[in-house]
């Protein structure tokens, strides 16, 4: 009886310690947020010049860009949809992971989720924007 | 011997927190070491993204290693288990489509043994749950080759490992057509791809070998699962089939059902198998109380779930199945500190004849983590 009560105290006491851990650890991720978001805000030129490069690597014209960030958004926002649709079946949605690794684990999704090519392709596209 | 007992349990628990906190530890110093070298993590994350939006496709994939682990306590019909678990997984891709797919897993079933005055003793059971070579074909087909899970239903390959997973006991059913340690050794087929824009088709076929070597066990057999996703409603239905070949050639087969609708954060699914050994199904609703009305800040992380199951006898006693008839329900509470991070909770009701009735709590953690080995970075 005393082994039980110490086997789920302990349980119970490294929950609350997780969650302190948790909560200090998001605390800390929503603080460098705050401040990269208030880094980036001076320079709002890159996002733009990454659609436009964009663009201009699909040999388009300064006319079509407009057009070239709809097919971004767009293709982004199918890809957030994709992600739902697909990762959600199983999982709950996990965070973003860097790039590199992001490319590994929907290879593996793939094979083991039997996610369809195209859905790859654009949850990739989303998960590494 | 009951102080070594508990000397071992708060080492499993220092070490369990120490694994949960190393990731974050090395993510703290890589900022700090950023910070120190006058880039920021945005610096780097706006270099990755320029590349990413060049094409996401030329981004080269990095070996990953990940791993779920968990410490689960349960009381099941009175008697106390502690179960640590750790499913290390490490994923190494070759080129553009090859991928060579590892995990093993490693617990520990931890109860006081009869006459031992209350000593806890368990042994270490080692599984290979899957090692394998995948070749991606094309847009229609993988080739993989090797140790697998055998894709029968959608529990043993899907919903297995225990970050996933919302109730932490196995399904009655589990073992049907899974065989002696839940996976295959030969070849198998499978992929997915659109028939329309509205209706996604998945499948695999395998074939396995016999297999008596501990922990690499499986049976000679061959087997199909394919499955009809609909993304509109997020409906998912399907079917399984294995032809023993090997004792008595029996047959088997199973349906499954996954059901998302998309304005709710529910979760609806379940199977259904039958076999020589006997039949029955499980059906599992889970909620994630994102949408309260009231306290949503804290209810948000919350996750309550329900599960019914039924098993019923076949012709052939198999012994990892229940040796009479079972029914089952379980009702469990779930708190997601992260996406990666849970406190897991449940209470379950064993309905059986011959003393069988009992009462299953559980109480545990479980985590997620993944590390890049390689060239990089945790965003």
């Given at each position: 009886?005393i082994?039980r009560r110490?086997?789920i105290l302990?349980v119970l006491?490294l929950?609350?310690?997780l969650?302190?851990?948790a909560?200090?650890a998001?605390?800390?991720q929503?603080?460098?947020g705050?401040?990269l978001v208030a880094?980036?805000?001076?320079?709002?030129?890159p996002?733009?010049?990454?659609?436009?490069?964009s663009?201009?690597?699909?040999n388009?014209?300064a006319?079509?860009?407009?057009?070239a960030?709809e097919?971004?958004?767009?293709?982004?926002?199918?890809?957030?949809?994709?992600?739902?649709?697909?990762?959600g079946r199983c999982h709950?949605?996990p965070?973003k992971?860097?790039?590199r690794?992001?490319?590994t684990?929907?290879?593996?999704?793939?094979v083991?989720?039997t996610?369809?090519?195209e859905?790859?392709r654009?949850i990739?596209?989303?998960?590494?924007? | 011997?009951?102080?070594?007992s508990r000397?071992?349990?708060?080492r499993?628990?220092?070490a369990?927190?120490?694994?949960w906190?190393?990731p974050?530890?090395?993510a703290?110093?890589q900022?700090?070491?950023q910070?120190?070298q006058?880039?920021?993590?945005q610096?780097?994350?706006t270099?990755?993204?320029?590349?990413?939006l060049?094409?996401?496709?030329?981004i080269?994939p990095?070996?990953?290693?990940s791993a779920?682990?968990?410490?689960n306590?349960?009381?099941?019909?009175?008697?106390?288990?502690?179960h640590p678990l750790?499913?290390?997984?490490?994923?190494?891709?070759l080129?553009?489509?090859w991928?060579?797919?590892?995990?093993?897993t490693?617990?520990?079933?931890?109860?006081?043994q009869?006459g031992s005055?209350?000593?806890y003793?368990?042994?270490?059971?080692?599984e290979?749950?899957?090692?394998q070579?995948d070749?991606?074909?094309?847009?229609?087909m993988?080739?993989?080759?090797?140790?697998f899970?055998?894709p029968?239903?959608?529990?043993n390959?899907?919903l297995?490992?225990?970050?996933?997973?919302?109730?932490?006991?196995?399904?009655l059913i589990l073992p049907?057509?899974?065989?002696?340690?839940?996976?295959g050794?030969?070849?198998?087929v499978r992929?997915?791809?659109n028939?329309?824009?509205k209706v996604?088709?998945n499948?695999?076929?395998?074939f396995s070998?016999?297999?008596t070597?501990?922990?690499?066990d499986?049976?000679?057999?061959?087997?199909?699962?394919?499955?009809i996703?609909?993304?509109?409603?997020?409906l998912?239905?399907?079917g399984?089939?294995?032809?023993?070949l090997q004792?008595?050639?029996?047959?088997a087969?199973g349906?499954?059902f996954?059901?998302?609708?998309p304005p709710?954060?529910?979760d609806i699914?379940?199977?259904y198998?039958r076999s020589?050994?006997g039949?029955?199904?499980?059906?599992?609703?889970a909620?994630?109380?994102?949408q309260?009305p009231?306290?949503q800040n804290?209810?948000?992380?919350v996750?309550?779930v329900?599960?019914?199951q039924?098993?019923?006898?076949?012709q052939?006693?198999?012994?990892?199945l229940?040796?009479?008839n079972t029914n089952?329900?379980e009702?469990g509470?779930?708190?997601y500190f992260?996406?990666?991070?849970r406190l897991?909770?449940s209470y379950?009701?064993?309905?059986?004849?011959?003393?069988?009735?009992?009462?299953v709590w559980?109480i545990g953690?479980t985590y997620?983590?993944?590390l890049?080995?390689?060239?990089?970075e945790v965003?």
């Amino acid at each position: 009886m005393i082994t039980r009560r110490i086997n789920i105290l302990g349980v119970l006491a490294l929950g609350g310690g997780l969650a302190l851990f948790a909560g200090l650890a998001q605390g800390q991720q929503d603080q460098q947020g705050t401040k990269l978001v208030a880094d980036s805000k001076p320079a709002p030129a890159p996002a733009a010049a990454k659609t436009t490069s964009s663009a201009s690597n699909s040999n388009a014209t300064a006319a079509p860009a407009a057009p070239a960030v709809e097919t971004e958004e767009a293709q982004l926002a199918e890809g957030e949809k994709r992600f739902h649709d697909n990762c959600g079946r199983c999982h709950q949605a996990p965070h973003k992971l860097a790039p590199r690794m992001m490319a590994t684990a929907i290879r593996h999704m793939r094979v083991r989720a039997t996610i369809t090519d195209e859905d790859m392709r654009l949850i990739l596209r989303y998960m590494t924007q | 011997m009951r102080l070594f007992s508990r000397i071992s349990s708060v080492r499993l628990l220092a070490a369990f927190l120490a694994l949960w906190i190393a990731p974050t530890i090395r993510a703290q110093d890589q900022v700090t070491s950023q910070v120190q070298q006058g880039t920021t993590p945005q610096d780097q994350v706006t270099a990755q993204d320029a590349t990413s939006l060049q094409d996401s496709e030329t981004i080269s994939p990095v070996p990953i290693f990940s791993a779920g682990l968990a410490y689960n306590s349960f009381v099941q019909g009175g008697t106390d288990h502690v179960h640590p678990l750790v499913s290390p997984v490490i994923l190494v891709p070759l080129g553009q489509n090859w991928l060579i797919e590892n995990r093993e897993t490693f617990e520990i079933d931890l109860a006081p043994q009869p006459g031992s005055n209350g000593n806890y003793k368990g042994y270490l059971q080692k599984e290979v749950d899957y090692l394998q070579l995948d070749y991606i074909a094309n847009r229609y087909m993988t080739v993989t080759v090797g140790r697998f899970v055998t894709p029968f239903g959608i529990f043993n390959e899907r919903l297995y490992p225990v970050w996933i997973r919302d109730l932490q006991t196995d399904p009655l059913i589990l073992p049907i057509s899974t065989g002696p340690s839940g996976a295959g050794t030969g070849a198998m087929v499978r992929g997915g791809f659109n028939a329309t824009n509205k209706v996604e088709i998945n499948y695999a076929t395998y074939f396995s070998t016999l297999s008596t070597y501990t922990p690499l066990d499986s049976d000679r057999a061959f087997g199909t699962r394919a499955g009809i996703f609909l993304p509109g409603p997020r409906l998912e239905v399907g079917g399984s089939y294995q032809h023993l070949l090997q004792d008595d050639h029996s047959n088997a087969f199973g349906f499954h059902f996954a059901w998302q609708p998309p304005p709710i954060p529910l979760d609806i699914r379940a199977e259904y198998a039958r076999s020589h050994s006997g039949s029955g199904y499980w059906i599992e609703s889970a909620y994630r109380l994102s949408q309260a009305p009231i306290w949503q800040n804290e209810l948000r992380h919350v996750q309550v779930v329900a599960r019914m199951q039924q098993f019923y006898l076949g012709q052939v006693v198999d012994g990892s199945l229940p040796g009479v008839n079972t029914n089952m329900f379980e009702f469990g509470m779930n708190y997601y500190f992260r996406d990666d991070i849970r406190l897991v909770s449940s209470y379950g009701r064993q309905f059986a004849p011959e003393g069988g009735n009992m009462n299953v709590w559980n109480i545990g953690l479980t985590y997620r983590l993944a590390l890049p080995v390689g060239h990089g970075e945790v965003r």
